[in-house]
C-alpha cells in the first residue's frame, strides 16, 4: 500500500528492494504532478539505497553525490540532509574499498556534527537510531560489527551530547540474549 504523504518513508524501511521500486515509481508519478526540491531529493535518494541493496555502488555513488551537490547549495536549508547523505555516501565508498574519500567526505560533516553539540544547552543529549544495514540486514550477526563501529565513530563526534542509540530490530528477529550481548 502507498500513502502519497509517507510512501518515500514507508519505501526507505521495505527490505525488498521491488517493493520499494514500486513504492518509487508510484511517487515519481506524484512528484510531476507536485514538483519540489525536498521530493526530488527524497526520490533519488531512495533511488541510491535500492541501488546500493542490489549491489551496484556506482550508481549508488553518483546519486549520492548528486544529492550532495544539491544540500551544499543550500546548507542552512538541507543541514541535516547533507550529514545524513553524507554518512550514506562514505558507507558506500568503503562497500567499494575507498576509504581515502570516505574518509575526506566525513571529514566535511563532522564540524557540523560537532557543530550541533556546541548549540545545544549542556543538558541536552542527541539520540540517534542505528542503520538498518546493522539491524535489518546484518541482523546483528558478527558482520554487523563493522558497520556498527563506523557509526559509533562517526557519533562520537557528540561527545558528551551523545545520549541513547536506539538499535530497533525486525519484528520477525527473535530474541537471542547470546547475539543481543555479542
Known amino acids: 500500500k502507498v500513502r502519497a504523504d509517507g510512501g518515500i518513508a514507508d519505501a526507505q ?24 526540491p525536498v521530493t526530488a531529493g527524497r526520490l533519488q535518494r531512495l ?26 547549495k543550500q546548507p542552512q ?11 550514506e555516501l562514505a558507507e558506500v565508498l568503503v562497500l567499494q574499498e575507498r576509504i581515502q574519500e570516505s574518509v575526506r567526505v566525513l571529514a566535511e560533516v563532522y564540524p557540523i556534527l560537532e557543530g550541533w ?22 541482523r546483528l550477526k558478527p558482520e554487523a560489527s563493522e558497520p556498527t563501529e563506523y557509526m559509533l565513530g562517526a557519533l562520537a563526534t557528540l561527545g558528551t551530547r551523545l545520549g541513547a542509540v536506539l538499535f530497533q530490530l525486525p519484528p520477525n528477529l527473535p530474541k537471542d540474549q547470546e547475539r543481543l550481548e555479542a
Request: aromatic letters at 10%.
Open 77 to 87: 536549508r538541507f543541514h541535516f540532509n547533507l550529514v545524513v547523505n553524507a554518512l
Open 13 to 36: 524501511m521495505v527490505g525488498d528492494t521491488g517493493v520499494a521500486e514500486a513504492i518509487l515509481d508510484a511517487h515519481r508519478h506524484l512528484y510531476l504532478r507536485f514538483p519540489e
Open 117 to 138: 553539540g556546541a548549540q545545544v544547552p549542556p543538558e541536552f543529549r542527541f539520540s540517534v537510531k542505528a542503520s538498518r544495514r546493522i539491524t535489518h540486514f546484518a
Open 47 to 72: 533511488e541510491a539505497l535500492i541501488a546500493r541493496e542490489k549491489g551496484d555502488l556506482d550508481r549508488a555513488e553518483r546519486l549520492f553525490r548528486g544529492l550532495h551537490r544539491m544540500f551544499e
